[in-house]
């Protein structure tokens, strides 16, 4: 197959055993075409997301946790409709998303994130404050369920991809300080469609998402859409 590599995704660029997995629609396929039609036609990546998406794969040991091109392309274009002033995000991982998300923020937004694991300290730390954005993200190591409520600011958005075993415990925390009005992101909500494969009920992580996800279709006091990206991204309006 012969690829503009004007437009072809990075994987390709590179020549990296990457491929196009998780950027394309649970459900439609075949999943290359897609994925690739997909990022052919929404806003280029830009050069330094791609070095970090290149840099997160080749040296971090769960490279595919980035949240890539196309939702990181989503999240900007989120921040720009909501327009929040202050976002919370819960999983820096190796600072992606909260640059994406920095880039849809007003000059005096700010993504306010928190990575529990130190060990992605020196390399999330050093991609951020490189960014353009630098001066619009607040990039703090431990727990946010522990931390975040104690700031005492009440957030516009919230990004929650951290620990799935544990997301209607961090869901709880996050809800009172968001605004109502405000917007809840959540990532990983379909986990490659094991929430609906027998195969994977004795395992942890889907028995979370499946729990949290059953949890927020139930609360009365949020309205919530899964989208089929990726690995699932859930919107929840708290009314």
């Given at each position: 197959?012969q690829l503009?590599?004007?437009?072809?995704?990075?994987p390709?660029?590179?020549g990296?055993?990457?491929?196009?997995?998780?950027e394309?629609?649970?459900?439609?396929?075949p999943g290359?075409?897609?994925?690739?039609?997909l990022?052919?036609h929404?806003?280029?990546e830009?050069?330094?997301?791609y070095r970090l998406w290149r840099a997160?794969?080749v040296?971090?040991?769960?490279?595919?946790m980035?949240?890539?091109?196309?939702?990181?392309?989503l999240?900007?274009?989120?921040?720009q409709m909501?327009?929040?002033k202050?976002?919370l995000?819960?999983?820096?991982?190796s600072?992606?998303?909260?640059i994406?998300m920095?880039?849809g923020l007003?000059?005096?937004?700010?993504?306010?994130?928190?990575?529990i694991?130190?060990?992605?300290?020196d390399?999330?730390r050093?991609?951020?404050?490189?960014?353009a954005?630098?001066?619009?993200i607040?990039f703090?190591?431990?727990?946010?369920?522990v931390l975040?409520?104690?700031?005492?600011?009440?957030?516009?958005m919230a990004f929650?991809d951290g620990d799935?075993?544990?997301?209607?415990e961090?869901?709880?925390?996050?809800?009172p300080?968001?605004?109502?009005g405000?917007?809840?992101?959540v990532?990983n909500?379909?986990w490659?469609g094991h929430?609906?494969d027998?195969?994977?009920?004795?395992?942890?992580?889907?028995q979370?998402i499946?729990?949290?996800?059953d949890h927020?279709a139930?609360?009365?006091?949020?309205e919530?859409?899964i989208?089929?990206?990726r690995?699932?991204?859930?919107?929840?309006?708290?009314?």
């Amino acid at each position: 197959m012969q690829l503009n590599k004007t437009i072809c995704p990075p994987p390709y660029r590179e020549g990296l055993g990457v491929g196009l997995q998780g950027e394309g629609l649970q459900g439609v396929g075949p999943g290359l075409d897609v994925g690739l039609y997909l990022l052919q036609h929404c806003e280029p990546e830009p050069d330094y997301l791609y070095r970090l998406w290149r840099a997160t794969n080749v040296h971090t040991l769960h490279g595919r946790m980035v949240s890539g091109h196309l939702q990181g392309r989503l999240l900007k274009m989120l921040v720009q409709m909501i327009r929040p002033k202050n976002i919370l995000e819960v999983g820096t991982f190796s600072g992606y998303s909260a640059i994406c998300m920095a880039e849809g923020l007003d000059d005096d937004g700010r993504v306010y994130t928190f990575e529990i694991n130190d060990e992605m300290e020196d390399f999330a730390r050093k991609w951020i404050d490189g960014s353009a954005v630098a001066d619009r993200i607040d990039f703090r190591i431990g727990d946010a369920n522990v931390l975040a409520p104690t700031l005492g600011i009440v957030f516009d958005m919230a990004f929650l991809d951290g620990d799935k075993r544990t997301y209607v415990e961090t869901y709880e925390t996050l809800l009172p300080i968001i605004r109502p009005g405000g917007f809840m992101l959540v990532d990983n909500t379909l986990w490659d469609g094991h929430v609906t494969d027998p195969a994977y009920d004795h395992d942890h992580q889907t028995q979370g998402i499946r729990r949290f996800n059953d949890h927020v279709a139930r609360d009365p006091r949020v309205e919530v859409v899964i989208l089929p990206l990726r690995d699932g991204l859930s919107i929840i309006r708290k009314k």
